[in-house]
């Protein structure tokens, strides 16, 4: 299994490291010491295992884990217990160490992970319907006509033969294509930036290098799609 | 006062000499720095900020089979969320048993 490690402190992901080389059925690919990286890492590579600090300066463990799209199986790594119930939320955490972190108590985090499996479900199909000239946007969900707010709307992804619409509220899944949605937006206020990705332009946070941030998503910029991004911003 | 010790450490490394040196040496250069992190943020009224460095080292007391301190430190953190600092004093001289510690390693 291919596993990473995400934690602010030094000492913490050296323990992690030393446990996880105790185990020949973990493979130690990287670690980061900030959520941001890891969330660019993850974006580009196919990762099984998180060891993850709930407490990091300015994006907690929680909020990464709400971010990811398609969370890999998840550890939650941490000095206190206060969050193991909210932790458990999450279908993607499996387990919830307490550091210092013992490598009995470890083995048996491997076990978890081995025997949990996760289900992502899939949330609804069909195609969406627009009224643009409203700042509406009509999904079918499950044979119910969904309004959604064209402002509300931060993220668009391909996934396979279905867009995920993230908004300020919740996702949704729709059986569609990127191609499709696209010609029912704005231009003015939709980008596609990447042949995955249409972000809606007013809701950059900032754009770094190869990528922009949109409230906790780094989504990735192609290099096709950069000039016309940059033609857009107003640049001082 | 309790005395730190590196039981927690020899456990973990396993008899693995190597890996226990170069983490004696990660701890050696990351608590002062938080050391002086949480000393700031007291010295600018940032409590907030100081509890996060509080809930760092809260991790090293116990890296440190410090039970007691660390104990002290969940108590102090959730006071400092809220704004006291009347454990500072206290703390302090817990970090400068941990940091005089580190100094014979």
């Given at each position: ?22 185990f020949s059925e973990l493979d130690l690919i990287d670690q980061f010491d900030n959520a941001i990286d890891a969330i ?7 990762i099984d295992v998180i060891f993850l600090d709930i407490h990091m300066p300015g994006f907690s463990g929680i909020d ?61 199909n069909l195609n969406p319907r627009s009224d643009a000239t409203n700042g509406d946007l009509y999904i079918n969900i ?95 | ?105």
């Amino acid at each position: 299994m291919n596993c990473i490690i995400v934690d602010d402190e030094a000492t913490a992901r050296a323990i992690v490291e030393k446990l996880c080389n105790q185990f020949s059925e973990l493979d130690l690919i990287d670690q980061f010491d900030n959520a941001i990286d890891a969330i660019k890492f993850l974006n580009q590579h196919q990762i099984d295992v998180i060891f993850l600090d709930i407490h990091m300066p300015g994006f907690s463990g929680i909020d990464f884990v709400q971010t990811l799209k398609n969370p890999p199986k998840i550890v939650l790594t941490t000095s206190d217990t206060d969050f193991a119930i909210a932790a458990y939320e999450y279908e993607a955490i499996v387990d919830y160490l307490v550091k210092p972190i013992s490598a009995d108590r470890f083995e048996k985090s491997i076990q978890k992970i081995k025997n949990t499996s996760i289900h992502i479900p899939v949330e609804s199909n069909l195609n969406p319907r627009s009224d643009a000239t409203n700042g509406d946007l009509y999904i079918n969900i499950d044979r119910r006509l969904i309004k959604l707010k064209l402002h509300e709307i931060l993220i668009i992804e391909a996934q396979g033969d279905y867009i995920v619409i993230k908004t300020t509220k919740t996702n949704y899944r729709v059986h569609t294509t990127l191609k499709k949605i696209k010609e029912k937006l704005p231009n003015k206020t939709f980008l596609q930036i990447h042949r995955s990705y249409i972000i809606n332009f007013t809701k950059i946070i900032d754009i770094e290098d190869n990528s922009v941030l949109i409230e906790k998503s780094v989504i990735p910029i192609s290099r096709s799609n950069r000039p016309e991004l940059m033609r857009r911003l107003n640049l001082l | 006062m309790e005395q730190p010790n590196l039981n927690y450490i020899k456990e973990l490394a396993g008899g693995d000499k190597e890996f226990e040196l170069n983490f004696i040496q990660i701890l050696k250069n990351e608590l002062p720095v938080e050391v002086e992190q949480y000393s700031n943020y007291i010295l600018n009224d940032e409590l907030e900020l100081a509890s996060t460095v509080v809930h760092k080292l809260k991790h090293k007391f116990n890296i440190l089979s410090m039970e007691n301190a660390y104990s002290y430190a969940v108590k102090y953190e959730e006071e400092l969320k809220q704004g006291i600092t009347e454990m500072d004093s206290e703390f302090k001289l817990i970090l400068n048993q941990v940091l005089e510690y580190l100094t014979t390693l």
